[in-house]
């Protein structure tokens, strides 16, 4: 069998990427200096490859949240909300998220504990997961105003997927004095 080594065998061309969408990243933080870190880490969000905008919401002052309900003795948060455009599949984005996190100090002692920095990936276009690496919508969000408040400020006609307006959730829990 001979070879003509000056000849490459056909390859396939490349494949096309995946197409742009939008996600929703919750940030906050509630040690250090919360108001820098939250912009540095849009900044850096804006980094990551196939990242191509971020828009980041105004930043929010919102009370610490445990297990129990709000904690007014706690550190308070500041916390915002980042559109993310994005071709990255969205359980590699969430790893790219944790590692921006791991390098501002998160450390995950304590379930709804005080941190440097948090990072969740809240939605990703409409994709719905239930894997428990990846659960799309994020579970608690609508539960949540300091998600929903700066989410809506970056985008009054938000609708988390499976749930519903963005607006009309964060209507709901005021209603009932929740959130």
């Known amino acids: 069998m001979s070879r003509n080594l000056t000849n490459p065998p056909d390859m396939p061309g490349p494949r096309p990427g995946r ?30 490859p196939l990242v191509s905008e971020v828009r980041l919401s105004r930043l929010f002052e919102t009370v610490a949240l445990r297990l129990d309900g709000p904690d007014p ?16 599949a969205p359980e590699i984005l969430l790893g790219m998220l944790h590692a921006i996190e791991d390098e501002n100090g ?16 809240i939605a990703y276009d409409g994709v719905l997961s239930d894997e428990p690496r990846l ?16 989410w809506l400020d970056l985008d ?11 607006a009309d959730l964060a209507a709901q829990l005021r209603a009932r004095g929740e959130g």
């Open 19 to 48: 197409p742009e969408t939008t996600a929703v990243v919750a940030l906050g933080a509630n040690l250090g200096d919360r108001h820098g870190t939250i912009r540095a880490a849009a900044e850096r969000i804006a980094r990551l």
């Open 73 to 88: 003795e706690a550190p308070g948060y500041v916390n915002a909300v980042a559109l993310v455009t994005t071709r990255l």
């Open 106 to 121: 998160r450390e995950r002692r304590e379930r709804w504990g005080d941190r440097t920095l948090d990072l969740d990936l």
């Open 135 to 150: 659960q799309l919508p994020h579970p608690r969000a609508a539960e949540r105003l300091f998600v929903l408040d700066p």
């Open 156 to 166: 009054q006609d938000a609708v988390l997927p499976g749930r519903g307006r963005v």
